[in-house]
Each structure stands twice: as structure tokens, then as C-alpha cells.
């Protein structure tokens, strides 16, 4: 099936610094989610995006819907030791049955104070 | 707190038996998907319900099956369980048929077998 590419796999990083991270995809999507999972525990919504083109912010995090509609990105400023975890990208693609979301592998997060 | 909420916490049990993960999605929502999260799969679709009825499968053994009750909680059934089939086992919800909704997700289910 679908799989989306998300990248970087992991990243280590020191308190206060800027992140970011993307998702891409071979075929067109019409719903870009962006989670979050801490261990123990279930992915948590951070931000949706339905439209291309649409920037969205969530406090330090802001994450855009691709022009392209194959690609979304993520970028978390001044982060702090609470960003820790794993961020997923998710979406749903354009021409399949219109609920199930496609989950990238994951960007594992480490933020050293 | 998502509003999902899905027991057991955690399952242990052995090859070839069977189990039945348990969820309740948030108040007012009539849709629930089934995702399992595996090491070396990160999340993967399994099944969709919208209100007591099946409206996509993904990539769903046939050892495995769920479904929907009229109160909208939903379970999924585990058969003739192998050791590949330990991986956490999610449930989410969204209020509608889910293309315009977000799906929020439940703390998952961890099942081992041994």
C-alpha cells in the first residue's frame, strides 16, 4: 500500500533550538495530521491541514499542507525537554476509500537541556 | 485525555490462543478505526466502522476480525494468535465518516505473546 517517507528518522538536539521535519508521499493526499506519541501512551493530534497551501500554527509548532499535495512539513521552534517523543505524520489519500490515514515511520525527537 | 478509552492495558498470553481488545470512542463519535503499531511498521491501518457497519479494511489478517455494537463501542477479535502478532494495538475515533475529521487516539492496548 501507500507509504509516506518521513525524515529525518531521528534527531538530537539541544533545548531552545528549532526543528523540523517533513512527509512525503508518491500520490496526491487531501488530509495532512501531524501526532505526537510519548511512550505508554497514544498518538496525540497536533495539527490537521485540509487545504493546500494552508499554514497552520499550534503554539511553537506550525506545520503547511504542500502546494503539491504529496508533501507536508512540521517545524517545532525553541523547543524544550517536553517535545520529546515520536512525531508521526499522517494522511489520507485523495482517491482511496476516505477515511483510513497513512502513518509515516516516525520522527524520533531527543532534546538535551 | 482524548476521550478514547480502550482495555485491556496490556494482554499477555500464548501462541494460538485468542483475545478481545475492547473500545469505547469519545462521546458523540460514530466512527472507529483499529490501527496496529508494530516496531518495524510503525502504524497500520486495520479496520473501519461508521455507526455498526464495516466501511474500509486495510491490512487486516483474516484470523482477525471486529466489530461495532449499537452503543458504539467496538471490539476487535485476535485468533489463533502467533508470536508476530505482539505489537500495540490502537483504536481511534472521529465524529463522522472521518474525511473532513481528525482521528483522536486511545493509550492502546499492549499484547504480548509468548
Known amino acids: 500500500g501507500q507509504q509516506l517517507n518521513q525524515s529525518p528518522q531521528s534527531m538530537f538536539i539541544q533545548e531552545g533550538e528549532d526543528v523540523s521535519m517533513n512527509c512525503t508521499s508518491s500520490?496526491?493526499?487531501?488530509?495532512w495530521l501531524w501526532y505526537k506519541q510519548d511512550p505508554g501512551e497514544g498518538p496525540v493530534l497536533l495539527i490537521a491541514?485540509?487545504?493546500?497551501?494552508e499554514l497552520t500554527s499550534n503554539g511553537r509548532l506550525t506545520a503547511q499542507f504542500g502546494i503539491t499535495r504529496k508533501d507536508s512539513f512540521l517545524n517545532i521552534s525553541a523547543s524544550i525537554p517536553s517535545d520529546v517523543g515520536i512525531y508521526f505524520c499522517?494522511?489520507?489519500?485523495?482517491?482511496?476509500?476516505?477515511?483510513?490515514?497513512?502513518f509515516g515511520e516516525g520522527t524520533q525527537l531527543t532534546v538535551n537541556p | 485525555d482524548s476521550g478514547v478509552t480502550q482495555t485491556p492495558k496490556h494482554l499477555i498470553t500464548a501462541t494460538g490462543q485468542r483475545v478481545t481488545l475492547r473500545c469505547s470512542p469519545r462521546?458523540?463519535?460514530?466512527?472507529v478505526y483499529w490501527y496496529q503499531q508494530s516496531l518495524d511498521q510503525g502504524l497500520q491501518f486495520l479496520i473501519h466502522?461508521?455507526?455498526?457497519?464495516?466501511?474500509a479494511k486495510g491490512n487486516i489478517l483474516e484470523r482477525f476480525s471486529a466489530q461495532q455494537f449499537p452503543d458504539l463501542h467496538s471490539e476487535l477479535n485476535l485468533s489463533s494468535l502467533e508470536l508476530g502478532d505482539s505489537a500495540l494495538y490502537f483504536c481511534?475515533?472521529?465524529?463522522?465518516?472521518?474525511?473532513?475529521?481528525?482521528?483522536?487516539f486511545g493509550d492502546g492496548t499492549r499484547l504480548s505473546i509468548l
Open positions: 481511534a475515533s472521529s465524529v463522522d465518516l472521518g474525511v473532513g475529521q481528525p482521528q483522536h
Open positions: 500520490s496526491i493526499f487531501n488530509t
Open positions: 491541514l485540509y487545504k493546500a497551501g
Open positions: 499522517a494522511g489520507r489519500e485523495r482517491e482511496t476509500s476516505g477515511s483510513r490515514l497513512t
Open positions: 462521546s458523540g463519535d460514530l466512527s
Open positions: 466502522y461508521y455507526n455498526g457497519e464495516e466501511r
